[in-house]
């Protein structure tokens, strides 16, 4: 069995970060993940730049990592309690015209991460820059591809990228996993041409024998400004191939506490179909 985790954390732009941080170091600790999935994730571009860490594997966007970059700090409080995590960070844009903001991915087995370019434009000053995070690894005993990823809008540059992400991913061999903030709503546009992909992939929500939880954001939040409804834009898009266990909505205030203005996404995944 795998387990994972997505969250678009909102880092530093919460109220009560350091809080919310330890909150989510604890839930990681008892619940174990293999792989834990991270969006906006930033630092202060003016803060002190530190050595990276021996389990973090730098890519060639990132900048150097600062003493307060948001998945450098979970992994080191995790490290201190006997949790060790391989990371990665894949830099997006300038957020908030102070942070480096990009997206994370932690395993607990060795990964061989890289990154890829998915918008037209590649600058860190246009918002409209996006890449994703790519990690093969092994979990118990096999091999699998995941992504860690944060999207545009449905025409406002998602089309695009999905093209790019689709065109990419068709080579490969191991089964996907690719989780994140998509930006889309479940059955709405965006969301169809991911399920209607020739990478032949699920919405685990679908798919999973056990599902609890129907939506991610709630009504006008930073992205979504005038937005009315509750709707699930993170989601995880795994092949047919794998067997969805359950698929679960946390961080959502009912039996764990809220940690962002997105809620998070647990899946668990079975082996016994590959």
């Given at each position: 069995?795998?387990?994972?985790l997505t969250l678009n954390?909102?880092?530093?732009?919460?109220?009560?970060?350091?809080?919310?941080?330890?909150?989510?170091?604890?839930?990681?600790?008892?619940?174990?993940?293999?792989?834990?999935?991270?969006?906006?994730?930033?630092?202060?571009?003016?803060?002190?730049?530190?050595?990276?860490?021996?389990?973090?594997?730098?890519?060639?966007?990132?900048?150097?990592?600062?003493?307060?970059?948001?998945?450098?700090?979970?992994?080191?409080?995790?490290?201190?309690?006997?949790?060790?995590?391989?990371?990665?960070?894949?830099?997006?844009?300038?957020?908030?015209?102070?942070?480096?903001?990009?997206?994370?991915?932690?395993?607990?087995?060795?990964?061989?991460?890289?990154?890829?370019?998915?918008?037209?434009?590649?600058?860190?000053?246009?918002?409209?820059?996006?890449?994703?995070?790519?990690?093969?690894?092994?979990?118990?005993?096999?091999?699998?591809?995941?992504?860690?990823?944060?999207?545009?809008?449905?025409?406002?540059?998602?089309?695009?990228?999905?093209?790019?992400?689709?065109?990419?991913?068709?080579?490969?061999?191991?089964?996907?996993?690719?989780?994140g903030d998509f930006n889309?709503?479940?059955?709405?546009?965006?969301?169809?041409?991911?399920?209607?992909?020739?990478?032949?992939?699920?919405?685990?929500?679908?798919?999973?024998?056990?599902?609890?939880?129907?939506?991610?954001?709630?009504?006008?939040?930073?992205?979504?400004?005038?937005?009315?409804?509750?709707?699930?834009?993170?989601?995880?898009?795994?092949?047919?191939?794998?067997?969805?266990?359950?698929?679960?909505?946390?961080?959502?205030?009912?039996?764990?506490?809220?940690?962002?203005?997105?809620?998070?996404?647990?899946?668990?995944?079975?082996?016994?179909?590959?």
């Open positions: 069995m795998m387990k994972l954390t909102h880092s530093w732009m919460e109220e009560f970060p350091e809080e919310k941080l330890e909150q989510l170091v604890e839930h990681i600790l008892r619940e174990d993940y293999d792989v834990v999935c991270l969006q906006e994730i930033n630092q202060l571009m003016t803060t002190s730049h530190i050595t990276a860490p021996a389990d973090y594997q730098a890519l060639p966007s990132a900048p150097v990592l600062h003493e307060d970059h948001y998945a450098y700090l979970l992994t080191e409080k995790l490290a201190q309690k006997g949790k060790r995590y391989y990371w990665s960070w894949s830099y997006n844009h300038i957020g908030y015209d102070r942070y480096h903001e990009g997206v994370a991915l932690l395993s607990k087995t060795p990964i061989d991460a890289q990154e890829l370019l998915v918008s037209e434009v590649d600058d860190e000053t246009d918002y409209h820059t996006r890449r994703i995070l790519l990690a093969t690894t092994e979990v118990k005993g096999r091999a699998v591809t995941l992504a860690s990823l944060h999207l545009s809008w449905f025409g406002k540059g998602f089309e695009d990228e999905w093209a790019i992400i689709e065109k990419h991913l068709l080579s490969y061999q191991n089964p996907l996993v690719l989780m889309n709503p479940t059955d709405q546009e965006g969301y169809q041409m991911i399920v209607n992909s020739p990478l032949n992939l699920v919405d685990s929500h679908q798919a999973a024998g056990q599902v609890s939880g129907e939506y991610t954001i709630l009504a006008d939040i930073d992205g979504w400004e005038d937005n009315q409804q509750a709707l699930k834009v993170d989601h995880a898009f795994v092949s047919k191939a794998l067997n969805v266990v359950s698929s679960k909505v946390i961080f959502d205030g009912k039996v764990t506490p809220i940690l962002s203005d997105h809620f998070g996404l647990e899946i668990e995944i079975a082996f016994d179909k590959v």
